[in-house]
């Protein structure tokens, strides 16, 4: 099977512009992952200890009035459509594989271990920034909100110089 060429970058950020317009537009906000990912932890947490939950301020946020569940948050479907528009792609173009993107000189227990730890301090940053990456570079910076350009040079300012820390791994 031979792999179709990616997709001309320039071409895929009009396209995400539009999507992101059309977001505006339609749905009143812009897009964003973290939302889709509370949401979804807030209904679980209230479904296994709904006392807690509700008194929790936190979750207490995404609850909301009356039925809890996740799939009330637009967001939700969001994230399904990234996953199984990904899937899609990969598929129309002879992309789908199961494999772990590694150097050379690194294990794959060690490449997963350290892609855990990575997710789990851009969750912790997404909290702190109050939204993910998409969400404040994409909608906070088409906004010009100066936070959101404040996180997102931080955020490929801090990526860059760790990248000096783990390149040796992928030469």
């Not at 992101?20 to 679980?44: H, P, Y």
Request: charged letters at 10%; one cysteine or more.
């Amino acid at each position: 099977m031979i792999s179709r060429a990616y997709a001309n970058p320039y071409l895929a950020g009009v396209g995400l512009g539009l999507v992101l317009l059309a977001s505006f537009v339609i749905m009143g906000r812009g897009l964003g992952a973290s939302g889709a990912l509370a949401s979804t932890v807030a209904a679980s947490v209230h479904a296994v200890a709904p006392a807690h939950a509700q008194a929790n301020a936190f979750y207490a946020e995404y609850l909301g009035d009356g039925t809890v569940s996740p799939f009330k948050d637009w967001l939700v479907f969001q994230v399904i459509g990234v996953f199984v528009g990904g899937l899609i792609s990969g598929a129309l173009a002879n992309r789908l594989r199961v494999t772990v993107e590694k150097g050379p000189r690194i294990s794959t227990p060690w490449r997963l271990s350290l892609a855990f730890v990575g997710g789990a301090i851009l969750a912790v940053g997404a909290k702190l920034a109050l939204g993910c990456m998409s969400g404040q570079a994409l909608t906070g910076g088409a906004l010009l909100n100066a936070g959101s350009w404040a996180a997102m040079m931080c955020i490929f300012g801090g990526a860059y110089g760790l990248a000096w820390f783990v390149r040796k791994q992928w030469l």
